[in-house]
């Protein structure tokens, strides 16, 4: 049985995103009753869940989605509202930033009502410094990708901490030079938090064509050990996570390597996330069905009695 989870991770609003990644996890994984169209969330449910969370020592949150959890920026705010009282430390926002940068969907209002129920870091994925990179990946249909920069800038005058999440890709940030000059960005920026993880696939995919792209762009083995080497030697380790990601400190800027899509496993003590579908469903593993609260939690007891 597992003792501890590491990280609530409540699904927002539906698939809908106003980006065109290629590489888009959530168009191969299962869709989970989460349709283009966002049902409310059952909050009922929802509590119970952190609940949950807190007696299994997760002290972690992170909101995220099957789309583009900011265009639902309401949902943002009611799951905010619920988790408030469960106390958990840390408790974030996963985006790819446009929807806040249009300053349309996500109004000023709504940054400052996230970050007063406790909204404390805003993670937005990228896959390069370079705005007309980002461009190409997230959006070929728009003629200018947002101003990073601005972007980051505006989250910190709210007062919330930004991870930028990097998707590495051949061809982009693949290289330890090509993490300097991210890192570089990144410390222009006063970015607290630099994750980089290689694009990813689960092991069944529901969309051929994302699964061929990711097979066509993987980070070879040599780019990965390259990197790795290179933080290993440059900078000092600052923590190792459970399910084998690494914290280092360079030169003052932390980097985060880690893995996209991880699969639980039954024998750990320790599940790297606990997700919850707005239906009331929960999962350890998104390439897995939910179930209900009770059956996930009779069969965590059941496991336990094996
Ligand atoms: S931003 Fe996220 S949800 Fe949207 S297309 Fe890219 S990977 Fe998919």
New binding site residues.
Partial sequence: MRKRFKLLTPIVGGLA?????P?????MTPENGVTGKAQAPDLNAFAKVCAFAKTHHCDSLLLT????PTLWPEQVLQYLKIQRAFDFKSVELQ??G?PIADRKIVTSQHLRQWREYGLKLIAI?VVHYDAERNRQ??LPHRQAYIDLPALIAHLHSFGYAVRLAV?MLRGEIDSSAELQKMMDFARLNRVEQLTIRPVNKPDTSRDDEITSFVAANYLPDSAKAEIQAYLETAGTLVERLPWGGSVYDVGGQNVCLTNSLTKADENEDVGRQLIFLPDGRVSDDWQKEGVSLEAFAQAQKHQSNQ
């Fill in positions: 995103c106003n980006a065109r990644c590489f888009c996890v959530a168009g989605s099957k789309g583009e985006t790819n446009i994925s990946t997230y998707v």
